[in-house]
């Protein structure tokens, strides 16, 4: 087998397993479809805010202290924003939400 026939063989299964982790991260999209962001809870916390704006968590906490995600609360090292706070977040930051 020649070097250009392995790097081929190499860059299919490469191809084949982000196509699987698409479809993945699309079942999990349709699957979620419909549900408040963070589930029932009067609460959401970064991560939740990550997935309701499509971004990293480590972008919610630069927002977070750049002071573009207030009002939130803390609780030791954690962060907290009321489910009213957010969905107002959501109505004066159309911008943040990724299209």
Not at 14 to 28: F, G, H, P, R, Y
Not at 48 to 70: N, P
């Amino acid at each position: 087998m020649s070097a250009l026939s392995r790097e081929l063989d190499r860059a299919k299964r490469q191809i084949t397993k982000a196509v699987q982790s698409l479809e993945e991260i699309a079942a999990m999209l349709a699957e979620s479809e419909g549900k408040p962001v963070g589930g029932d809870k009067p609460f959401l916390t970064e991560q939740d805010l990550a997935e309701a704006f499509g971004k990293h968590v480590a972008t919610i906490q630069r927002w977070r202290k750049e002071g573009k995600l207030d009002p939130y609360h803390q609780q030791g090292r954690a962060f907290y924003w009321l489910r009213e706070d957010f969905e107002r977040l959501l109505e004066e930051r159309k911008v943040f939400i990724k299209k």
